[in-house]
């Protein structure tokens, strides 16, 4: 008998472990939106109103929340982006609420106060850039349609890439095609609320 249940417990003992091997190898993010757009809705709409006037012109808009971005929020690396179906919601609100995060939350949390304060079509673009160090690096910015025409706003790239100030705001693209590898085999994320 006293056999018996040490095979149980051997048995149960590996079932465990595997359970626990499944559970902690998974990553750490559940790959589903969880943020509830009712939040993320109050939280850019807060940002706007307290930044913008509506008597501000749509640049002028634009710029005051390409800045607000810029100063109010710091770095941080997040490793093994992967772009799941509603990322883009969970990280402007992650940006939001912590006050830091990667180029894909600057991206995100300055694409949603973007289109919120105007109204433009924005998107946010996946792609690789050499801006930071010249070697080429996974990276994400924000792209707003103004006249049928893009323009990069990368308030990371403006922030951190060296003698930088200013020259991600409102860019066409045709002026940093360089920095952002010709926008080679690049991913678009058109936000929506």
Known sequence: MV??????FKGT????????????????????????????????????NNKVKETDSEKKKLKKLFDYIEKKYDYKR?????????????????????????????AAAYAFLANKATGYKVRIVI?????????????????????SKWYICDSNMDKYAENSSGKYFLKKKSKLKNIYNNYKS????TVIL
């Open 3 to 8: 056999k018996k249940i040490k095979e149980i």
């Open 78 to 106: 997040v490793m093994g982006f992967e772009a799941y179906k509603g990322w883009e919601k969970d990280y402007a609100l992650e940006m939001y609420t912590e006050k830091k995060g990667s180029c894909y939350h600057f």
């Open 13 to 48: 003992t590996l079932i465990l472990i595997i359970i626990n091997l499944v559970i902690f190898a998974m990553p750490s993010k559940i790959y589903a939106a969880n943020t509830d757009s009712n939040i993320l809705e109050k939280q850019i709409e807060k940002v706007v």
């Open 186 to 189: 690049v991913q678009y994320c």
């Open 127 to 147: 792609g690789k850039t050499n801006g930071f160090s010249g070697a080429l690096q996974e990276h994400a910015w924000t792209e707003i349609n103004i006249d």
